[in-house]
């Protein structure tokens, strides 16, 4: 591979039997294994865990032998299982750290290799930067160190472990499922065909909740959908929430860290909204205390929810790796970003879909209200809100285009009708305007993608930003 090994926000991710080979994950895998050796924590051992796309087992175990065939024991996880699971795993079993072969929501024909670190969290930068160092010394070098899978168990080197039962009594001391068991609610699941299959529907059953799983087999072609839960993919999961007459209905991503929301109109409820949901669920209903934080691309709608209950918030670059050590170091009662992943104090500092669901269901259930009537409430305390995000897709020959256009991008006096008040360029380009509506232009971290963000008081003036951020790029 002659550009050799790139790990984005969130890990490394490309085209299986393209980039994406058995021989690269290797490589990854000697690379994060001479990681922990120079860090003096391999003696700790490494969870390795696995989502439903195609091959993620086997691609998990050449990376277990890779990691054993250096001396380094191997906890892999004996079935699929979501990203936070496989972080929740780590951290209870004290390991050194964790890998998970996933691509999270990005398309069938992906796969992907994250590094999770001994707190459970995505890896920094800094160790992110030594482990692709690493990476990509042992694909020019050929030096990978490997045992056979058959050969590592027989030596106790690997391990198989089911991660599920630990996993659920530790959310059991996080809210009480016993008593959310017993509301007599409907919940339409969504699990994309991927990881979070059976989750809910296992945390919650023997009691009066009603669950109806959708797309609850695993199909790593992921047919009909992109295994990401935002509105455009939840067209199935809106109708299913109307005919059964659901309170609510969720959807989890392909490794189940994100988390998408139906209201029992069957509207999807945008993932802003729903993180200002969460704080008020915490700070209103359980009267919790501690900080927020955020990432740049979030609502300005949790400043007023500090504001109003006396909590700060923290905002930070895009990416729970720069969210997670703001909630370590802040003991935060909540950290979130845009894209749906949410992460919570007492909890591993990262994002969990199926904890940020149970929550919402318990913010339900707690208030007797219904998700529009809660995001009324809402409203009427921080004022109205909307927003909205495009996602352009690029080619070779687009991506240098856009590049040079952003590249040329500085201070802009007015969008529109409105005056530019400040531009932040800790994380692409974010003009604020006078009105306190925003406008955001930035490559994704983890895809082909620039991304165009707004949020404003008008669902109409969102759109005319929109607009007017394509017009700045000329796309």
């Known amino acids: 591979m002659s550009a050799g090994i790139k790990f984005g926000t969130d890990g490394w991710r490309a085209v299986i039997a393209e980039d994406f080979t058995f021989g690269n994950v290797r490589a990854c895998a000697q690379g994060v294994a001479d990681y922990l050796k120079s860090a003096g924590s391999g003696d700790k051992g490494l969870v390795i865990g696995y989502d439903t796309r195609f091959a993620s087992e086997d691609f998990a175990a050449a990376a ?11 906890i892999l996880l004996s079935k699929t299982a979501p990203t936070p699971v496989t972080s929740y795993t780590l951290t209870n079993l004290k390991a050194a750290g964790g890998i998970m072969i996933t691509a999270s929501h990005n398309p069938a024909n992906y796969n992907g290799f994250k590094y999770k670190v001994e707190s459970g969290s995505s890896a920094p930068t800094e160790v992110i930067s030594v482990i692709e160092k690493n990476t990509n010394e042992a694909l020019s070098s050929g030096k990978i160190n490997r045992i056979e899978l058959k050969d590592a168990i027989k030596k106790k080197s690997v391990a198989f472990h089911d991660p599920y039962h630990a996993y659920a009594k530790h959310l059991g001391k996080l809210i009480d499922l016993e008593a ?30 009603e669950i109806h799983e959708i797309n609850r087999v695993r199909n790593p072609l992921f047919p009909g959908i992109q295994p990401e839960p935002i509105g455009k993919n ?21 490794d189940a860290d994100r988390i998408g929301i139906v209201d029992e109109n069957g509207k ?40 109003l209950y006396k909590v700060p918030v923290f905002e930070t670059q895009v990416g729970f790796k720069y969210v997670a050590p703001v909630m370590i ?37 707690r208030t007797g209200k219904s998700p529009s009537q809660l995001l009324a409430d ?40 409105q005056k530019v008040v400040r531009l932040d360029k800790t994380d692409g380009f974010r003009y604020k305007l006078e009105d306190g509506a925003w406008l955001l232009i930035r490559f994704s971290g983890t895809e082909p993608l620039i991304r165009i963000y707004a949020e404003s008081s008008s669902a109409e003036e969102v759109q005319k930003l929109i607009q007017d951020g394509q017009k700045i790029l000329g796309v």
């Open 64 to 74: 277990a032998e890779v990691i054993a065939g250096n001396g380094i024991k191997v």
């Open 180 to 209: 959310l068991r017993q509301r007599k609610l409907k919940l339409v699941v969504d699990s994309m065909f991927g990881a979070g299959i059976g989750y809910f529907k296992s945390l919650l059953e023997g009691g009066q909740v």
């Open 234 to 254: 939840l067209g199935k999961l809106a109708r299913q929430v109307i005919r059964d007459n659901a309170a609510v209905g969720f959807a989890t991503d392909g």
């Open 268 to 307: 999807y409820r945008n993932t802003q909204e729903v993180f200002a949901l969460l704080a008020m669920y915490f700070l209103d209903v359980r009267k919790e205390r501690g900080a927020i934080v955020k990432t740049l691309t979030s609502t300005d709608m949790l400043y007023k929810i500090g504001e």
């Open 329 to 365: 170091a802040e003991n935060a009662l909540l950290g979130g970003e845009e894209s749906g992943g949410y992460g919570f104090r007492g909890h591993i500092p990262e994002r969990d879909g199926m904890l940020a669901g149970l929550y919402l269901l318990d913010y339900i259930a």
């Open 378 to 417: 809402l409203y009427k305390k921080v004022g109205p809100h909307y927003y909205d995000r495009v996602d352009i897709h690029l080619t070779e020959e687009s991506t240098q285009k856009t590049r040079a256009a952003i590249a040329s991008l500085g201070d802009i006096d007015k969008i529109g009708q």
